[in-house]
């Protein structure tokens, strides 16, 4: 290739991965206009007891701070519910084994996703073993914030 044709190609790529940036700063701008992008919500949940050789269970409610809606058209996910992971960590000295499962999305009417009810469940493999520690729940999806204030707060009302 000689001198021009390389400043040519030079140019052209240029001039690519500019046009590249811009349409990255266009979907980040909408995404800050109306709030929809991948988000993560954690939790810490605090378990202790005394835990038996078969699993007794609790049900935990937890509320998010993000609309979870099924956008599955825009984006590469075909999940309709958020996307729900967990662990423990346990801080005394015998290890329990801890589950966690979703047993209900709770909803709006306009089908957005806004909390669940999750069930805990701890069994040890020997009886009457004592434990603290913590179960570690996360939820990723396409969402945008729960706007939570109320008009007093914002000088309205």
């Keep these: 290739m000689s001198g021009p044709q390389i400043q040519q190609m030079e140019k052209a790529l240029?001039?690519?991965?500019?046009?590249?940036?811009?349409?990255?700063?266009?979907?980040?701008?909408?995404?800050?206009?109306d709030g929809l992008i991948e988000r993560e919500e954690q939790f810490q949940i605090e378990v202790s007891g005394t835990a038996e050789e078969f699993f007794d269970w609790s049900i935990a409610e937890i509320k998010f701070g993000t609309l979870f809606t099924n956008a599955t058209g825009q984006r590469d996910s075909e999940l309709e519910q958020p996307h729900f992971t967990y662990g423990a960590s346990i801080i005394t000295a015998t290890p329990v084994g801890v589950l966690a499962s979703v047993m209900e999305w709770i909803e709006t009417d306009r089908k957005e996703i806004v909390g669940c009810k999750l069930a805990i469940g701890v069994a040890a493999s020997d009886r009457h073993t004592k434990f603290r520690g913590f179960l570690h729940a996360s939820f990723q999806g396409y969402g945008a914030p729960n706007n939570t204030f109320m008009p007093e707060d914002i000088g309205e009302g």
């Design 14 to 33: 240029k001039g690519l991965t500019i046009g590249t940036v811009q349409s990255m700063n266009e979907a980040a701008d909408r995404a800050a206009k």
